[in-house]
């Protein structure tokens, strides 16, 4: 099946700095890739909706200055959490349906993100 | 707007046991329904979908059925193992290929 990596797996920062994570769809091109926050023993909410090419749409109550989305290229999405805080703290998630895939998602495997 | 409810967990099982995890749904429209597993420290993987009513989802000795008349997609296995020990959500596919999930169901199976 389709493989989506994440990159770092988990991370941990300061609060009040940025951090960047990776979502790459390994062996297909994907023009629209999502975004998740997943807290602990809770459900995936998503984000926002990264499309190649031009800019992310945003879930209502999602900051789009705090979470910057980046979607530079068909196998490339990335989000980046500006001036992070304990609260962002969290495990986030991405995905992407391959073309022809039936909205079936393919999800990859979560980054921890845990501000001190 | 779109909505999945899942019965809450976690379920305790001992192995062999029978199970059933209740979803229901509210959605605009004919959504597509799936059951995903994220088994401990891993990412979600699917585990079965259907597309339209009547549907039936079927893999590793999961079934669900698309039931449009009751508006649920049940998960149910005749016989769990200790492996199936994860946590189960069911979603649907919303507008513009979103995935709406339910609040997940946690199974341990024990031996």
């Known amino acids: 099946g389709a493989v989506v990596s994440q990159h770092p797996s988990w991370v941990i920062c300061k609060s009040g700095t940025s951090v960047k994570i990776e979502c790459r769809s390994l062996?297909?091109?994907?023009?629209?890739m999502f975004w998740y926050r997943q807290f602990p023993k809770q459900s995936l909410m998503l984000m926002a909706t990264?499309?190649?090419?031009?800019?992310?749409?945003?879930e209502q109550g999602v900051e789009k200055d705090k979470f910057l989305i980046n979607h530079a290229s068909l196998t490339l999405s990335t989000l980046t959490v500006t001036s992070a805080h304990p609260e962002d703290s969290s495990f986030y998630i991405c995905?992407?349906?391959?073309?022809?895939?039936?909205?079936?998602?393919?999800f990859g495997p979560g980054t921890r993100l845990t501000v001190l | 707007g779109d909505s999945v409810t899942q019965m809450e967990g976690p379920v305790t099982l001992s192995e062999e046991a029978f199970l059933t995890i209740n979803c229901t749904y509210t959605?605009?429209?004919?959504?597509?329904l799936f059951w995903y597993v994220q088994y401990p420290g891993e990412g979600l993987q699917l585990l079965l979908k259907?597309?339209?009513?009547?549907d039936k989802g079927s893999n590793k000795g999961f079934e669900a059925t698309y039931r449009k008349e009751t508006t649920s997609f049940h998960l149910e296995k005749g016989s769990v193992q200790v492996s199936d020990s994860a946590v189960y959500f069911c979603?649907?596919?919303?507008?513009?290929?979103?995935?709406?999930f339910g609040a997940g169901t946690r199974l341990a199976v024990h031996p």
């Open positions: 995905s992407a349906a391959p073309p022809g895939s039936d909205n079936e998602q393919f």
């Open positions: 062996d297909f091109q994907a023009t629209t």
């Open positions: 990264s499309n190649e090419g031009s800019k992310a749409t945003y």
């Open positions: 959605a605009t429209g004919y959504p597509s």
């Open positions: 259907a597309t339209k009513a009547d």
């Open positions: 979603a649907l596919s919303g507008g513009y290929n979103k995935l709406i």
